[in-house]
Nanobody, 125 residues
Framework: QVQLMESGGGLVQPGGSLRLSCVVS????????IGWFRQAPGKEREGVSC????????YYKRFVKGRFTISHDDAKNTVYLQMNDLKPEDTAVYYC??????????????????WGQGTQVTVSS
C-alpha cells in the first residue's frame, strides 16, 4: 500500500512563496500520475496540478498557471509544488494524491485512491 506524507505548509503573506513536498513510500512505487489538490473550508476539494512521471508532462488549473510549478524527484520519490505569488484565495489544506483510476492525470479527486493527510497553507497579511 502506498503512503503519502505532505509537508511545507504554513502562514505566508500575499505575494509570498512556499514549497510543498510530498514523499511517497510503501509498495508498489510504480505510480505514474501524481497530483496536488486543495480544499478550502466549506468548499469541495479541487485539483491544482498533476504530473505524469513517465514523460514529465505537467498540468495546471488555470487559476495557478504561471504561479505554481510541480516537479518530481525520482531518487527521493518526492513530488514538489512550488507556489509563488500566493494570494489569499490560495488558502486551503493541500493534499497530494496518486493511484489514479485510469493511471492518467486529472483534476477529479474521485479518480485518485491514495492520499496524504494534507498540509495547511494560509495566505494572509
Amino acid at each position: 500500500q502506498v503512503q503519502l506524507m505532505e509537508s511545507g505548509g504554513g502562514l505566508v503573506q500575499p505575494g509570498g512563496s512556499l514549497r510543498l513536498s510530498c514523499v511517497v513510500s510503501g509498495f508498489p512505487l510504480d505510480y505514474d500520475a501524481i497530483g496536488w489538490f486543495r480544499q478550502a473550508p466549506g468548499k469541495e476539494r479541487e485539483g491544482v496540478s498533476c504530473l505524469m512521471r513517465r514523460d514529465g508532462s505537467t498540468y495546471y488549473k488555470r487559476f495557478v498557471k504561471g504561479r505554481f510549478t510541480i516537479s518530481h524527484d525520482d531518487a527521493k520519490n518526492t513530488v514538489y509544488l512550488q507556489m509563488n505569488d500566493l494570494k489569499p484565495e490560495d488558502t486551503a489544506v493541500y493534499y497530494c494524491a496518486t493511484d489514479a483510476t485510469w493511471g492518467q492525470c486529472g483534476f477529479n479527486h474521485h479518480d485518485f485512491k491514495s492520499w496524504g493527510q494534507g498540509t495547511q497553507v494560509t495566505v494572509s497579511s
